[in-house]
């Protein structure tokens, strides 16, 4: 089904529940039981094929045809009862914890379960990740029946105080609670069983399995979008069992933390965990520091860039859940602003093993990690031996040589002293972008005037700067605004300005994705270090058997490097390559903008294509270790 087919079907889904609530209800159990009714259905066709071809063979009547119609018949049984079955899914991974071993978390539980009138959990299991979530496992696939585990994140322990915690267990509760329409959980254990079945018959070349996954691809994309509204609006209801129990005031509060808080997990913590790779040949477990980390205020201009990019993100139909603007919303009349910070954490809510659990995480960290720790040591070591190069060549440095060394010492260490090189770039040219970018990111916050004055340089001499220069002058105006006597009509123009550049990037990047891939392309522009840096980044990802690199500048913003990535991964599928593209988006680090192309028979890019264009690949996987 085509993005806009759903879309129009969740639109549809969601007018329906608003007008008649009961009546979407009804058609939510029609439309799952005709799911039912096509595997009824197959599996009394197989037994029927089945009974005849029984009973020709005691009359004396069988014939060869019969042994491919029984094979037909034991084949669509298979595939019913599989169906119907679906098997148990795994258990949840992480630790599994009593109520011996935590009893103030189980306490809790118990008094949230108590309140919510809802089913006993029956499991709980510590994971390493910032979330928490309430699983029902299917017991008998659709047949009926299920598990419920809750999962919680150490790190959500680490970053929210109880109340907090409790906010979050009383929402993932909430969608066990008693007056919880059964609807919602048969359907919740339907897509799951639909989607199990699917995708444990996508390596299935068999005619009966040919047959299910033609259904299910009709079937259950109509299926997801007629059941969105239903998910979306338990979502809502499941905040209002938190902000019932906990406050609103908290509610809200717990919403908006976790979405800064994760926010710097993402784009801070890991980044400087991973750069202490530098100091260490060994992986270190980062759950410690964490921990430390976490408890700390984050960074004012850092919260609220986090805070006003999160509430510029739509509800959309990737994802029940609504974005955090309608959340905050649905339970606040009140403008959403930066909270109160936890500072205490909750881990003590996981008892005396709280200390072992985390080594246990940190040990698995570094075993998972191992190879990838190595190999990102010696790229750090290459940044280090490149840093000294350029520094031996400092009498004479060229304004490349300088960006690039400011550039290499920034991310070996964040607080390295770059002021003066990017001061001698814009000595010589004072519309340089990259320096004054690099500036504007530097400077000290008593530099205020400084910083604004670089900024709005970008503005009027860089387009491709201008999403950047926008959001840090935003953060920098946002953050006087808590003070007196700052400038309002500039914090209305910059915003606009926000909105402006962020279109402008948008609809050049469409225009560059819709563009024939190879219009426009040259030899790429990368330096001999920044090839040799590109490869080792390449080399941590092993589906990656060769690649090339292009240069596609781009004379509406001459300013811009643009990079063309073209990746082979034979022995990935559709799916997974689309993955693949997202990880090198988000994990390659190229000065400029990048393009992932992969290269294969059914994609943008042939072979011969990457080959005639860019000559020799830049990475070839056997000859990279």
Not at 23 to 36: E, T
Not at 280 to 288: K, V
Not at 342 to 357: H, N, R
Not at 410 to 431: F, G, I, K, N, S
């Amino acid at each position: 089904m085509e993005q806009a087919d759903f879309i129009h079907l969740v639109r549809e889904s969601e007018i329906e529940s608003a007008n008649d609530s009961a009546a979407y209800r009804r058609s939510v159990i029609r439309f799952a039981l005709l799911g039912y009714l096509w595997v009824v259905g197959c599996l009394v066709l197989s037994l029927a094929i089945l009974a005849f071809v029984v009973t020709q063979a005691v009359r004396g009547h069988f014939r060869g045809g019969y042994v491919l119609a029984l094979v037909f018949a034991l084949g669509l049984m298979w595939t019913s009862f599989k169906a119907l079955w679906s098997g148990p899914a795994a258990e949840p991974e992480g630790i599994a914890i009593t109520e011996a071993e935590a009893p103030e978390l189980f306490k809790a539980l118990d008094r949230i379960r108590r309140k919510v009138k809802g089913p006993a959990v029956d499991a709980v299991y510590l994971q390493d990740d910032f979330n928490a979530a309430i699983w029902q496992r299917p017991r008998f696939g659709m047949l009926g029946g299920s598990v419920n585990y809750l999962m919680v994140g150490l790190p959500l322990l680490m970053a929210l105080d109880k109340a907090r915690v409790m906010a979050v267990l009383a929402h993932e509760y909430g969608h066990l609670r008693e007056n919880h329409n059964r609807l919602s959980a048969w359907v919740y254990r339907s897509r799951r069983a639909w989607l199990k079945l699917y995708y444990s018959m996508r390596e299935d070349d068999s005619p009966m399995a040919a047959a299910t996954r033609s259904f299910l691809n009709w079937y259950f994309p109509r299926f997801a979008a007629k059941t969105f509204a239903m998910a979306r609006q338990d979502e809502y209801e499941a905040d209002r069992i938190a902000a019932q129990l906990l406050g609103a005031d908290v509610a809200t509060a717990t919403l908006i933390e976790i979405e800064i808080k994760a926010a710097w997990l993402s784009n801070a913590f890991w980044g400087q965990h991973w750069r202490s790779a530098a100091q260490h040949p060994l992986p270190q477990g980062p759950f410690s520091a964490m921990q430390a980390m976490l408890r700390l205020k984050p960074e004012p201009a850092f919260a609220q860039e986090a805070l006003r990019q999160a509430l510029a993100r739509i509800s959309d139909v990737d994802d029940t859940h609504p974005a955090l603007r309608d959340r905050v919303e649905a339970l606040s009349a009140e403008r959403p602003g930066l909270p109160s910070w936890s500072t205490k954490g909750a881990v003590s809510l996981l008892g005396p093993k709280a200390a072992e659990w985390m080594q246990q995480f940190d040990a698995r960290w570094c075993k998972d990690n191992a190879s990838t720790w190595k190999q990102h040591h010696a790229r750090m070591a290459r940044w280090q031996q490149h840093a000294q190069r350029l520094r031996a060549n400092a009498a004479y440095p060229s304004n490349a040589e300088l960006i690039e060394r400011a550039r290499i010492e920034h991310m070996l260490d964040r607080q390295a002293p770059v002021r003066l090189l990017y001061e001698q770039v814009l000595a010589r040219d004072a519309q340089h972008p990259g320096a004054l970018a690099g500036l504007a990111a530097c400077l000290p916050t008593s530099d205020a005037a400084l910083q604004q004055k670089c900024l709005e340089a970008l503005w009027q001499t860089a387009p491709s700067y201008r999403p950047y220069a926008t959001r840090a002058m935003v953060g920098m105006l946002e953050a006087q605004a808590r003070q007196s006597g700052y400038d309002a009509a500039a914090l209305r123009l910059w915003r606009d300005r926000v909105r402006e550049a962020e279109q402008q990037q948008q609809s050049f990047f469409d225009s560059l994705q819709q563009a024939p891939v190879f219009q426009g392309t040259r030899v790429n522009d990368l330096s001999e270090f920044e090839l040799a840096d590109l490869r080792g980044e390449l080399a941590l990802f092993k589906p990656i058997s060769q690649a090339w690199l292009l240069s596609k500048p781009d004379s509406s913003m001459p300013e811009l490097r643009i990079h063309l990535l073209l990746v082979q991964a034979p022995r990935l599928n559709e799916e997974q390559r689309s993955e693949l593209r997202r990880a090198l988006y988000a994990d390659v680090d190229l000065p400029g903008m990048l393009l992932v192309v992969c290269v294969g028979p059914d994609e943008p890019a042939s072979e011969e294509e990457a080959r005639r264009h860019a000559r020799q690949p830049i990475y070839v996987a056997n000859l990279a270790h």
